[in-house]
């Protein structure tokens, strides 16, 4: 059974970072079309965006590529626009672009950078909910997932504008799910843990001039299951909340982290 069989999702941040392993949104897209979704993939990188679709027609899926900026209201309104456009309706709106470049902590980071890390952080998936959700209300529901991070809650030594736009990211989940919940829409966030994605490693290895196989080896030793996990790990979870199984989930943030928030308490 097609768990999401005739949905139009939008996947926004659907491309990719170059790399050995394939990303969250990209996989996220992929495992939206094989459960039966048409897929409108967005992205800042078109090019990326296309390989998604190519991928996601070579396994015979219904999907199409838009060019938007999520940090411009102009593009967020275009991409609904666009999805309305070529497929009449919105029923899940997947927001999974994040970024945290030149995060240097507290007195390192330069303002230029916080602001751009908070404005594509937060204020872009804040702007593609406020232009999506007058068409999910007008249809009587959809869907809404942010991706987050797991060091929105837990210790993440040295961030700053990522940890607390990600923070800021699941209040503005928790304030969507209880805004919309009156219009049968439903809003929770991820929150990937450690995961073996090209952001991460390739990202990482590049910014701090670490080796690749010993960043996954020490990132390996800090999950308590013993491993990063995979985009596919995040997509499934995304998957579960995008479907039915899960329509009685709404404000809920679901860490994917293989057990290290557990340490929390
Ligand atoms: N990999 C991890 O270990 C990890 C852990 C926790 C959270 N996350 C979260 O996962 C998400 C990203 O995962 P990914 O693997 O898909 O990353 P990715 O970098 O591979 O893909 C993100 C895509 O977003 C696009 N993008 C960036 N800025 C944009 C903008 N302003 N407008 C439109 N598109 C834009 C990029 O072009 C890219 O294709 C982020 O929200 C990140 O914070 C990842």
Known sequence: MHRL?????????????????????????????REGATVLLADRDLASAEETRA???????????????????????????????????????????????????????EVEHFERIFRVNLEGPLLTCKHALPAMRAEGGGVITNVSSIASVAAATGLVAYKTSKAALNALTQTLALANARYGIRANAILPGLINTPMAIEGISAARGVDREQLIAQRDRQVPLGKMGTAWDVAAAALFLASDEAKFITGVLLAVDGGQSARIG
């Open 5 to 33: 069989q005739n949905n139009i999702a939008i996947v926004v941040g659907a491309g990719q970072t170059p790399g050995a392993t394939v990303g969250n949104g990209r996989a996220t897209a992929i495992t939206f079309a």
């Open 55 to 109: 991928a996601i027609e070579g396994e015979g899926g219904r999907a199409s590529s838009i060019e938007v900026d999520i940090t411009r209201e102009d593009d967020c309104r275009r991409l609904v626009a666009t999805c309305l456009e070529r497929y009449g309706r919105i029923d899940v709106l997947h927001n999974n672009v994040g970024i945290g470049a030149h995060d240097a902590g507290v007195t390192g980071t």
